[in-house]
């Protein structure tokens, strides 16, 4: 089936720096990805739509400037983490609509990630 | 009021029990629903999706009631590998966005 993967798995940074996290879609294409993060003992909550050739739409409440979106190729989209801080820590995962049934949607691994 | 509401748990059974959970959600508009089970640390995966007519998958049954906005899943004969977080999944009518429930938190003993 559809796999989707996601680099790094895991990443530990300093408050301050950029972190960058990388969706693909292994063997589909995807014009459309959705970005989530998941705090602990929390539901997955949608951050924002990447979309390829054109800007990410943003979910109420999350900072576009924060979470950079790209959506390079019709594989892969990417998503920045700028200057982050203690409370950006959390389970990003990514996801893309199966190319057989849209309503259905294959998920990443997640990346956790950790400021410090 | 919550757009997709769960009963966190955990709910505790033993080895082949039966448990049911339910969902509600706010949006009568919704078009499709399912099931993810999560394990810890892990990403969401696919457990089934819910049909108006239900649908059955060995020993998973999903049903879905528009009138009253809820669905439901009821796993047979438990198993420990059932063990997991159930997290109830909405999308609304002419999106392709997922909202999720916060999960159900399911622990089978042996």
């Known amino acids: 089936g559809a796999v989707v993967s996601q680099h790094p798995s895991r990443v530990i940074c300093k408050s301050g720096t950029s972190v960058k996290i990388e969706c693909r879609s292994l063997?589909?294409?995807?014009?459309?990805m959705f970005w989530y993060r998941q705090f602990p003992k929390k539901s997955l909550m949608l951050m924002a739509t990447s979309n390829e050739g054109s800007k990410a739409t943003y979910e109420q409440g999350v900072e576009k400037d924060k979470f950079l979106i790209n959506h390079a190729s019709l594989t892969l989209s990417t998503l920045t983490v700028t200057s982050a801080h203690p409370e950006d820590s959390s389970f990003y995962i990514c996801s893309a609509p199966s190319p057989g049934n849209y309503n259905e949607q294959f998920f990443g691994p997640g990346t956790r990630l950790t400021v410090l | 009021r919550k757009e997709v509401e769960q009963d966190p748990g955990p709910f505790n059974v033993p080895e082949g029990a039966t448990v049911a959970f339910n969902c509600t959600y706010s949006?009568?508009?919704?078009?499709?629903f399912f099931w993810y089970r999560q394990d810890c640390r892990k990403e969401p995966k696919l457990l089934m999706s819910?049909?108006?007519s239900g649908n059955e998958d060995g020993r998973f049954t999903a049903q879905l009631n528009r009138a009253s906005q809820y669905i439901s899943l009821l796993i047979r004969d438990s198993k420990l590998s059932d063990s997991a977080t159930y997290l109830c999944v909405v999308a609304p009518s002419g999106t392709y966005k997922y909202i999720f429930g916060t999960g159900t938190r399911l622990k089978v003993l042996a």
């Open positions: 949006n009568s508009a919704s078009q499709s």
């Open positions: 819910v049909y108006s």
């Open positions: 063997d589909f294409q995807a014009t459309t």
